[in-house]
């Protein structure tokens, strides 16, 4: 039976009343009993969460402990590389004053100097303008007596230089130097022969010299106005020299012909002269005598023709592009 159960009737006797009290009694003690354990409990779980806060606090402690001493650290280390970066700012704010003093005095040297060259120069200039003056006048005056000179030495009997192969004497051929009568340029290398073949003397200048097909003679008007090759190989001397060389005086033209078993003929003309280039340097050859034919019979009087300017009498067609090579064509064929 419960306290609830508990219940005083009417009539009720003072044992009953009294065991009522007494369990009444017993219960409260049970109950306190029930507290006190209760109690204990939770005073047990209070001490250990009370440990537990207390470690968590010491050991947070700890850890800000030592993290303050690493951010002291860190403090005094910058605190150290600040007063080292302030000393060396300072030395370098010396530096930079002394390079501004040192550039500002050479700016004012270079400026000082500047002006004096400068002045200088305007000096030289005034000079050089005298001395040019002066120059100029002795250039005049030398070239006048180079011109006297040239004009002296251009006589025949005063000729430093031949003119052409027959005015050197030699009995060997080879290479020499001449320059022809009215020519301004100065004297070049031609082949000398002065082997006296078939008894018609030497001192023959060689102006064509065709030997084993190493030079390409199909060339364009301009190469062939100012010659190619080499002189002591095959060669063409060049129309224009030609012209000088034949424009005045009586001159003779000998063409020698080898197979290559040696044997040889030759084609003598008692008279040769090349025109102008006006003329297409056009071919005149005198009278003919010789141990071959005639081959300049029907050439006699033709312009000169080659692979870009034809002035060949053929009514159509270049004989020069036909033949790949210049010559004095008439038609294109060969007599």
């Not at 006797?13 to 029930?34: G, K, Y």
């Not at 006006?278 to 071959?292: D, I, R």
Request: a negative charge; charged letters at 30%; glycine letters at 6%.
């Amino acid at each position: 039976m419960t306290f609830n159960e508990l219940v005083l009737a009417d009539g009720d006797t003072p044992s009953v009343m009294e065991a009522v009290i007494h369990a009444m009694i017993d219960f409260r003690r049970e109950m306190l009993d029930n507290l006190k354990l209760s109690l204990e409990y939770h005073k047990e779980q209070l001490e250990e969460i009370k440990n537990h806060v207390e470690h968590v606090i010491e050991e947070q402690e700890k850890r800000f402990t030592l993290q303050v001493v690493k951010l002291q650290d860190n403090i005094e280390t910058m605190q150290s590389q600040i007063v080292e970066l302030q000393g060396k700012l300072k030395h370098w704010k010396v530096i930079k004053n002394h390079m501004e003093d040192v550039i500002e005095e050479q700016q004012e040297q270079l400026t000082k100097r500047v002006l004096e060259l400068q002045d200088h120069v305007r000096r030289m200039r005034s000079q050089d303008e005298e001395v040019q003056k002066k120059t100029m006048l002795h250039l005049d005056q030398t070239s006048l007596q180079l011109n006297k000179i040239a004009n002296a030495l251009d006589q025949p009997n005063l000729r430093l230089v031949p003119s052409a192969c027959d005015e050197i004497k030699s009995s060997s051929s080879g290479t020499f130097f001449i320059r022809p009568h009215g020519s301004t340029e100065k004297p070049f290398k031609v082949l000398c022969n002065f082997d006296n073949k078939f008894n018609l003397g030497g001192g023959w200048t060689v102006f064509q010299r065709r030997l084993d097909g190493s030079v390409d003679f199909n060339r364009n008007w301009e190469s062939y106005k100012i010659g190619f090759g080499v002189v002591n190989g095959e060669h063409w001397l060049g129309l224009e020299t030609l012209h000088l060389m034949t424009k005045s005086g009586r001159n003779e033209l000998l063409v020698l012909l080898e197979d290559f078993e040696g044997k040889g003929a030759y084609a003598f003309y008692d008279g040769f002269k090349i025109g102008n280039e006006a003329e297409k340097y056009k071919l005149t050859v005198g009278n003919f005598s010789g141990s071959t034919f005639n081959s300049l019979a029907g050439h006699n009087g033709m312009k000169f023709s080659t692979m870009d300017q034809d002035n060949d009498i053929q009514d159509e067609g270049s004989c020069a592009y036909e033949y790949e090579g210049a010559w004095w064509f008439e038609r294109c064929y060969m007599r």
